[in-house]
């Protein structure tokens, strides 16, 4: 169980609108048959991730079986290092981004009992690898031992702990600061202090305003001003401006535009046409723009902004957490 990117060509035009549902759910089943081939060798990096939006698409498919189950679980668990956080793949070193996809996948599937069945150290072991890599001087957070410091890191540490239900491990008041020294003058955020504002990195730190509790913090109309800019003639978003559009970004622009409630600010039909085009209508799977190879990022994303604009047919994507709504309220409701 070890989902990566496959070939495939995306195309398309505005007249042809059709989900080819059945060809993305086979594209996504198959991920894990191509061992042959370099590309699958090559991004090794990025397996757990693969899992994470190669599931949670098929969920939103409507397709939450189409995985086996008992080898999901057994996968995930391969990528746990002794320090309770998750590698790549078995034997890569921990990481949060790693870490988090593996809460979500064992949330999505209900199996984050299996940490403590398994005797990995129950939930409380992972947790505690995530606290452990807040910066106790300004409250950000760091991937790993090395200390890069990224707000994608300190919305998946806030993600995943109030997954758990452990957020209490980290001093949120003092990341909530944090974030607050990102925001730019347009009323967007950059990855840190200074940075340039980026679509997603306006993602993590509104989805993690959010999971806090603090969307008071967040001016929305200047914010939803920047974000709705994003949207080119063509109908599709870029992350910044001057910059391509890029399907992905039909979820980092539209879960924060949901996120503040202006998300019927920009075009979505316009928007919902540009995603479809990045479809590869015989082989599956979404590329980043109309003409490209296709690949489960672009995949996943692409059909996780479809689900924010209620398109027919596919299940409701939560803007926050970037996983079924359906899912979420089934963990929230167990506490």
């Avoid at 949670?56 to 939450?64: I, K, M, N, R, S």
């Avoid at 398994?118 to 409380?124: E, N, T």
Wanted: charged letters at 20%.
């Amino acid at each position: 169980m070890a989902l990566v990117s496959g070939p495939g060509r995306a195309g398309g035009t505005l007249s042809d609108q059709e989900l080819h549902v059945a060809k993305h759910v086979a594209y996504i089943k198959n991920l894990d048959t191509r061992k042959d081939e370099l590309e699958y060798w090559l991004t090794e990096h990025l397996r757990l991730n693969g899992v994470y939006w190669g599931l949670t698409a098929l969920h939103l498919l409507g397709h939450p079986d189409a995985l086996p189950r008992d080898e999901t679980i057994d996968f995930v668990l391969s990528c746990q290092n002794d320090n309770g956080g998750f590698g790549a793949a078995p034997g890569h070193d921990a990481h949060m981004l790693y870490t988090v996809s593996a809460v979500q996948i064992l949330v999505t599937i209900d199996a984050v009992d299996e940490l403590e069945r398994r005797g990995l150290g129950g939930k409380q072991k992972v947790g505690s690898f995530i606290a452990h890599l807040q910066n106790k001087d300004d409250g950000s957070f760091m991937g790993d031992q090395w200390g890069e410091t990224d707000t994608r890191f300190l919305y998946g540490a806030l993600n995943a702990l109030s997954l758990l239900d452990l957020l209490n491990l980290v001093d949120v008041p003092k990341a909530i600061s944090y974030i607050q020294s990102c925001e730019n003058l347009d009323g967007a955020y950059g990855v840190t202090p200074g940075a340039e504002s980026h679509s997603g990195q306006v993602f993590t730190c509104v989805g993690a305003l959010a999971i806090a509790g603090r969307m008071d913090l967040v001016n929305k109309d200047r914010l939803g001003a920047w974000l709705s800019e994003r949207q080119i003639e063509k109908g599709g978003f870029n992350g910044r401006p001057e910059k391509l559009p890029d399907a992905c970004y039909a979820w980092w622009v539209g879960s924060s535009l949901a996120m503040i409630d202006r998300l019927h600010w920009i075009d979505s039909r316009k928007l919902a046409s540009f995603v479809l085009q990045c479809q590869d209508p015989e082989a599956g799977g979404f590329a980043d723009r109309p003409g490209n190879m296709v690949d489960v990022y672009h995949t996943h994303f692409g059909i996780a902004g479809l689900s924010l604009l209620g398109y027919e047919g596919l299940q409701e994507v939560d803007p926050i957490y970037c996983m079924p709504k359906s899912v979420i309220a089934r963990c929230f409701s167990q506490r």
